[in-house]
């Protein structure tokens, strides 16, 4: 069994969708053809994927279906946290109820007794030292760092009461945890608090953005870009 991640899948596969991806660039071109058949090759049933927000540019439930339909058909099991782009996102108990092989992630920490390890993640945001980053953003990044909180908790408290030992942690999050800078963040604190061991993010595109990405080890914490147009839209395996 093993655990993939990938980020910003930008589907728009509902006929009411106009969101043509190829005008950023090649890497976009058929982009989620290339995802379908690098996961249909590498990817079991048995296995775990992570997609690490900006699912689908629907902008309510409906106009998303098509698109959580098609990751829904391909093999393995999938968790889904959300990014900026994802309008259609509702309740995760009510997005929790659709379908048998997927987990809409949000405050909470999912175990996968096969791994022995938690996925815990939330969307993020940009963080202080970013570029014109104001009261309005400290907010909502004071408002996702908590959340992360609480899935970490929830991490804890799961194997407190199974095993009473520290669980294992991957987390997803959908902005990268540092600025342009890789400066620290409230989200790098908490991972390395909480032992995390992987965080797997996107969110950032084209080359000048990916050279600004946080790679490597920080508090004992290694971090990933899985943003489809760099991994060449082929789910990374992590672990």
Same mark, same amino acid.
């Given at each position: 069994?093993?655990?993939?991640?990938?980020?910003?899948? =930008?589907?728009?596969?509902?006929?009411?969708?106009? @969101?043509?991806?190829?005008?950023?660039?090649?890497?976009?071109?058929?982009?989620?053809? /290339?995802?379908? $058949?690098?996961?249909?090759?590498?990817? @079991?049933?048995?296995?775990?994927?992570?997609?690490?927000?900006?699912? +689908?540019?629907?902008?309510?439930?409906?106009?998303?279906?098509?698109?959580?339909?098609?990751?829904?058909?391909?093999?393995?099991?999938?968790? %889904?946290?959300? *990014? &900026?782009?994802? !309008?259609?996102?509702? +309740?995760? &108990? /009510?997005?929790?109820?659709?379908?048998?092989?997927?987990?809409?992630?949000?405050?909470?920490?999912?175990?996968?007794?096969?791994?022995?390890?938690?996925?815990?993640?939330?969307?993020?945001?940009?963080?202080?030292?970013?570029?014109?980053?104001?009261?309005?953003?400290?907010?909502?990044?004071? $408002?996702?760092?908590?959340?992360?909180?609480?899935?970490?908790?929830?991490?804890?408290?799961?194997? @407190?009461?199974?095993?009473?030992?520290?669980?294992? %942690?991957?987390?997803?999050?959908?902005?990268?945890?540092?600025?342009?800078?890789?400066? *620290? +963040?409230?989200?790098?604190?908490?991972?390395?608090?909480?032992?995390?061991?992987?965080?797997?993010? *996107? =969110?950032? =595109?084209?080359?000048?953005?990916?050279?600004?990405?946080? +790679?490597?080890?920080?508090? *004992?914490? @290694?971090?990933?870009?899985?943003? !489809?147009?760099?991994?060449?839209?082929?789910?990374?395996?992590?672990?």
């Amino acid at each position: 069994m093993s655990i993939f991640a990938i980020g910003d899948l =930008h589907l728009s596969l509902d006929g009411r969708i106009n @969101k043509p991806m190829d005008i950023f660039g090649d890497r976009w071109e058929n982009h989620h053809l /290339r995802v379908e $058949r690098s996961w249909l090759k590498n990817i @079991k049933e048995e296995d775990t994927v992570i997609i690490c927000g900006d699912i +689908s540019w629907g902008l309510r439930l409906d106009e998303a279906m098509e698109d959580l339909r098609w990751i829904s058909r391909l093999p393995g099991y999938k968790i %889904i946290t959300k *990014g &900026n782009h994802d !309008l259609w996102w509702t +309740s995760t &108990n /009510r997005l929790n109820t659709l379908f048998d092989n997927i987990y809409f992630l949000q405050n909470k920490a999912i175990f996968l007794e096969k791994e022995d390890v938690y996925i815990c993640g939330t969307r993020g945001w940009i963080t202080p030292g970013t570029r014109d980053f104001d009261a309005h953003d400290e907010k909502i990044y004071n $408002r996702e760092v908590l959340r992360l909180k609480m899935s970490l908790d929830d991490a804890v408290n799961q194997e @407190k009461e199974r095993t009473g030992n520290k669980p294992r %942690i991957i987390s997803a999050i959908h902005y990268p945890p540092t600025n342009d800078k890789a400066q *620290g +963040s409230g989200f790098t604190d908490l991972m390395a608090r909480y032992g995390v061991s992987t965080c797997v993010f *996107g =969110h950032l =595109h084209g080359e000048k953005e990916h050279k600004q990405a946080i +790679s490597g080890v920080l508090g *004992g914490v @290694k971090y990933r870009l899985v943003a !489809l147009d760099y991994v060449e839209a082929q789910p990374v395996k992590i672990f």
